[in-house]
Structure formats: C-alpha cells, structure tokens
T-cell receptor, first 111, second 112 residues
Framework: SQQGEEDPQALSIQEGENATMNCSYK?????LQWYRQNSGRGLVHLIL?????REKHSGRLRVTLDTSKKSSSLLITASRAADTASYFC???????????FGAGTQVVVTP | EAEVAQSPRYKITEKSQAVAFWCDPI?????LYWYRQILGQGPELLVQ????????DSQLPKDRFSAERLKGVDSTLKIQPAELGDSAMYLC??????????FGPGTRLTVT
C-alpha cells in the first residue's frame, strides 16, 4: 500500500517556468523525502524535511511541510529540460526508516 | 562517488523459471532495501535488512520470493517460480541508519 498521493499525476511546462507538485499522506511521520527518477533509472534523493520543519531549500528546490494538513509541496524554480523526470514523495513513519512512496508526478519540461 | 551496484540490468525469463538479482550497497551502509516498482507506480518495499538481519519483510511474497544478506554486505533476491505478474523494476537501496536512501540503477524483469 502507498501512503503518499502526489498531485498532479502529470505536469507539462516550458523551460524557465516553475513547477509545483503536492503530496498528501495519512499517518504521522518522522520525516518526508522527495526523490527524482529519470526514465528507466533508479531514484535520486533530492531533499529531506523533518516533521518539526516547515520549509527547506536546496538550490532551485523548495519544500514545504504542513503536518496539520498532512501535506507537502515541492517547488522547482526556473525549470530546465534536464528536470524532466518523475518525482516521488516518500514518508518515513516508523523507527527503522521504512519509506512509503506515492505514485509520483511525471514532469515534462520543454525547451 | 560511491554507488549502489545491481546486476543484471535487464532479465527476461519464462514463467515458472527461477531468477535472481544481486545488489552491492555503498560501503559502510548497514541498511539495505529491496523494492519492486510496477510501471507507473512508486516503489514498494519488499524487504529491509539491518546488517544481516531482516527487519521488515511484510510485503514479500514468501511463497515464491526469498532474500538474503549473509555477511551483512551484498544481497540476493530470488524469485522461484516467476509469474507473469512479477514483471517490474526491482530496485535496491542502501542507507546509513535512518536517513536518505541511495538507489541502484535497478533490474528490469520481464516474465514471458
């Protein structure tokens, strides 16, 4: 079973535009992580936000977390063609670091 | 930069045959994970090891799947017998404790 649900399922934008995707989850968490996956490849960790944090930045990425609404958002600013990928949120809710992934948002950035 | 290694990258097998995947985690990473990812979906955890011990295999179909990490380093995931519904990407990941996970390139399995 997958705890997180991403919205939208797919997103198509032009280079230079911002891309925003959302993640909702069901249970209390220790942290929430975002990963990127290029077609047919493994996942790459982007950013981790702990349950006591509200916002975090890494380069062109901005992540917010609202534990009262059980939701998170990932913003990619000034998108590039190389940002074309699927983006997954994953929640860590147990003491062993087990992650539950959502179904992902497929982002296409056109030049 | 250290990476998680997986082999083979691609595997085609007939149903009812046995198949095995290998994973070598980043050196020093005590935690190793095997995921299955069906096309269009997110990864689903099959089994999690802490050193050589299994800490979670609740989603592993134990009638046909087995996993081992005998010396607490590399790991093997086996399917016997393979079924058509096993066609998926099998991903291995490792981590230093309870932190971000580092994924290998995956093994794409096709069962015919």
């Amino acid at each position: 079973s997958q705890q997180g649900e991403e919205d939208p399922q797919a997103l198509s934008i032009q280079e230079g535009e911002n891309a925003t995707m959302n993640c909702s989850y069901k249970t209390s968490i220790n942290n929430l992580q975002w990963y990127r996956q290029n077609s047919g490849r493994g996942l790459v960790h982007l950013i981790l936000i702990r349950s006591n944090e509200r916002e975090k930045h890494s380069g062109r990425l901005r992540v917010t977390l609202d534990t009262s609404k059980k939701s998170s958002s990932l913003l990619i600013t000034a998108s590039r063609a190389a940002d074309t990928a699927s983006y997954f949120c994953a929640t860590d809710a147990d003491s062993w670091g087990k992650l539950q992934f959502g179904a992902g948002t497929q982002v296409v950035v056109t030049p | 930069e250290a990476e998680v290694a997986q082999s083979p990258r691609y595997k085609i097998t007939e149903k009812s045959q046995a198949v095995a995947f290998w994973c070598d985690p980043i050196s020093g990473h005590a935690t190793l994970y095997w995921y299955r990812q069906i096309l269009g979906q997110g990864p689903e955890l099959l089994v999690q090891f802490q050193d050589e011990s299994v800490v979670d295999d609740s989603q592993l179909p134990k009638d046909r799947f087995s996993a081992e990490r005998l010396k607490g380093v590399d790991s093997t995931l086996k399917i016997q017998p393979a079924e058509l519904g096993d066609s998926a990407m099998y991903l291995c990941a490792s981590s230093l404790g309870v932190h971000e996970q580092y994924f290998g390139p995956g093994t794409r399995l096709t069962v015919t």
